[in-house]
């Protein structure tokens, strides 16, 4: 039976700004609950609802969860780019559909020589995975608006896509690319690279 995708991405893009603050809080505390508490609590996020609150610190918190402690500390100790490849990495954890998305679509478009991701490339994504997924046939249209919407602002925001949709090619610090690989080469597979740069990253 095919796993059914976790489609929960519909808002907050990355969460570059806000994810330094949950990582820092979750190394000093050593618990994901505990660090979801405290954020939400103490509004560290410092957005208006209580509602709001509790949304964006379990949706950032389930992302961060997908990243060891070591890839946390790396990622508070890294350049914006490479923090921002780091979401984008647990996103890709998080969420299979972004993975199969970044794998079939994103690097696939790049290896091919295409210039650009276009929404028509989703929307042709989406309609073949529906075959296998019905959980994508059962959510309403403006969900599946705002989860394409979400996903290409995330896109722009790990800089992997400009504005205009075209593809910028990946270029992780080899120290984030070995970091990466113990996990499995895999890892670096959800990004616009060739096979090439994977090989040079980790020499």
Not at 56 to 73: D, G, P, V, Y
Not at 110 to 119: H, K, M
């Amino acid at each position: 039976m095919t796993e059914r995708y976790q489609l929960s991405f519909t808002t907050g893009g990355l969460f570059l700004h806000e994810a330094s603050t949950v990582a820092e809080c979750y190394l000093r505390l050593g618990d994901w609950p505990a660090t979801r508490a405290r954020v939400r609590q103490e509004n560290f996020l410092q957005v208006r609802t209580a509602a709001a609150a509790t949304r964006i610190s379990k949706e950032i918190t389930a992302r961060l969860q997908q990243l060891n402690e070591l890839e946390l500390q790396i990622f508070l100790e890294s350049n914006l780019r490479d923090q921002a490849y780091l979401l984008w990495v647990a996103a890709c954890r998080r969420y299979a559909f972004i993975r199969d998305f970044a794998i079939e679509v994103l690097r696939e478009q790049y290896l091919l020589l295409r210039r650009q991701v276009t929404f028509a490339d989703y929307d042709s994504f989406y309609n073949h995975k529906a075959l296998w997924h019905a959980e994508l046939d059962e959510i309403a249209n403006s969900t599946q608006l705002k989860l394409r919407q979400n996903l290409f602002r995330m896109l722009r925001e790990a800089d992997l896509l400009s504005d205009q949709h075209e593809i910028h090619p990946a270029k992780i610090s080899p120290h984030l690319a070995q970091l990466l690989a113990k996990q499995g080469r895999q890892e670096l597979l959800i990004f616009p690279t060739t096979e090439h740069d994977i090989q040079r990253w980790l020499q």
